[in-house]
């Protein structure tokens, strides 16, 4: 969550929000969300009813989670989603970065569609 963290600008000047789930109750997770500072929404999950909404399942592998990353657009639709074989199979934030510029240019292009009509 570093990465993003670092790059969380970035992402709310492409009209991005991040949010993150994690497995921890409500007083481990603001713990740690608070000790590292993170700018964006967090959510703590200890029943994992988010997770299952996405079909993602709790794994510890060597002290470490199974990261999943999903970009839902603003219709709703899952645009990207990616579930970790490893803790550090994370999607570079380059690469969110750039779908996130596509997909503001459909928008983009859509609107002015609409504009003209």
């Known amino acids: 969550?570093?990465?993003?963290?670092?790059?969380y600008q970035k992402f709310?000047?492409?009209n991005a929000e991040i949010i993150a789930?994690?497995?921890?109750?409500?007083?481990e997770f603001a713990k740690w969300w608070h000790e590292n500072q993170m700018p964006f929404i967090g959510i703590p999950d200890p029943n994992r009813d988010v997770a299952k909404l996405y079909y993602r399942e709790f794994?510890?592998?060597?002290?470490g989670r199974l990261p999943a990353?999903?970009?839902i657009d603003t219709q709703s639709k899952i645009r990207l989603i990616h579930y970790s074989d490893l803790p550090s199979d994370i999607t570079p934030n380059e690469e969110i970065l750039s779908l996130?510029?596509?997909l503001n240019?459909?928008?983009k292009v859509i609107k002015d569609k609409a504009d003209v009509a």
């Open 105 to 107: 240019q459909e928008n």
């Open 1 to 7: 969550m570093a990465q993003l963290r670092q790059d």
């Open 100 to 102: 996130l510029d596509n």
């Open 12 to 14: 709310i000047e492409r």
């Open 59 to 63: 794994k510890e592998f060597k002290g």
């Open 69 to 71: 990353l999903a970009v």
């Open 21 to 27: 789930v994690g497995p921890e109750n409500s007083e």
